[in-house]
């Protein structure tokens, strides 16, 4: 950006306002508009002169180290925004992972369907359910080859036609 | 936060996890004792295959060739059966052949212990099988329903 500077002007302060701003400055007493008024007159040739040196150079300096903050600013605050986002998506992810395991627990411990037959497990829904049915059978496996209904209905068929032994009711 | 979740969702699945089964001499049957046994048959269903009988829980073991182990079973099922509400059984020389018994609903939830003990009858496969059952079923639907 180039600055529209009138060489000649010294916005409207006199040498000993300019002076009595410098000194301010360095009591760290000016106000945004006085230094502003001390930056725009230190780029005009009428600060050319040597005794000006120092300020320009402590300007300089402060300039040069806001800058330099404000960077640092800008770059935690990108970092702040960047970090944010990944949280949120870290944070989505496990919830989704403690949910599906949480679910998965629920759901094994309300749907089991195991048989352990001579020792070894067996998780396979159809051949569990067929040993359901033999479980509930009384007398010949073979002959309940059907359905769950046949089977369980063999427990109430011992129940109420074995003749074979003292009935208590 | 999140341990607060965690532990939460342990208390819930592990509440889950009790069924009204527990408190029953015949639950030391199930689990560990005989899942190694070569001789044995534990069958363990829950949830939706048993959905058409309105059964919520279905548990059988079914020993051969052990008559002794016959005898403890018998024994424990006699301690449950000592308060239920229902029971049909038959005896052969002293000996418990069946039983179905309807224990006292716990949990909102009727329960049934079906046991029959086949090394008392000749001609038949030796074992000893009990089955429980836990459900929103009556005696009287699982009577109708099987018969």
């Known amino acids: 950006m180039i600055l529209n500077i009138d060489k000649n002007r010294t916005y409207g302060l006199s ?51 806001k800058k330099i903050y404000e960077k640092k600013i800008e770059k935690r ?21 403690i949910g599906t395991a949480g679910w998965k627990i629920v759901d094994n411990q309300q749907n089991v369907c195991v048989a352990y037959i001579g020792g070894e497990k067996c998780t396979d829904p159809q051949l569990v359910m067929s040993h359901v049915r033999q479980s509930l059978h009384s007398n010949d496996y073979e002959e309940c080859k059907g359905t769950v209904d046949n089977q369980l209905n063999d427990i109430f068929s011992t129940i109420s036609n074995d003749n074979d032994y003292d009935k208590n009711e | 936060m999140i341990k607060r979740i ?83 059984t038959g005896r052969i020389g002293g000996n418990l052949y069946f039983g179905f018994y309807q224990l006292q609903p716990a949990k909102g939830k009727h329960r049934y212990i079906f046991f029959r003990n086949n090394f008392l009858r000749k001609n038949q496969e030796p074992e000893v099988t009990i089955v429980y059952m836990e459900g929103n079923t009556t005696l009287k639907e699982l009577k109708n329903l099987f018969k």
């Open chain 1, 77 to 97: 605050s990108k970092k702040i925004l960047s970090i944010r986002p990944y949280r949120w998506i870290a944070a989505a992810v496990i919830g989704c992972i």
């Open chain 1, 15 to 65: 040498q000993e306002e300019i002076d009595c701003i410098i000194e301010k400055y360095f009591d760290g007493e000016t106000t945004d508009k006085e230094e502003k008024l001390l930056l725009r007159f230190l780029a005009t040739p009428q600060a050319e002169d040597k005794r000006y040196n120092e300020i320009k150079a402590v300007m300089g300096f402060v300039a040069v180290g």
């Open chain 2, 6 to 88: 965690i532990l939460l969702m342990l208390r819930v699945s592990l509440t889950m996890g009790i069924s009204a089964q527990e408190g029953l001499g015949i639950n030391q049957l199930f689990g560990n004792r005989y899942r190694n046994n070569r001789n044995a048959i534990e069958v363990l269903v829950k949830g939706k295959e048993l959905k058409d009988y309105d059964l919520s829980l279905f548990r059988s073991l079914t020993v051969k060739y052990s008559p002794d182990e016959a005898k403890v079973i018998e024994k424990l099922v006699t301690a449950d059966a000592k308060d239920a509400v229902d029971k049909e």
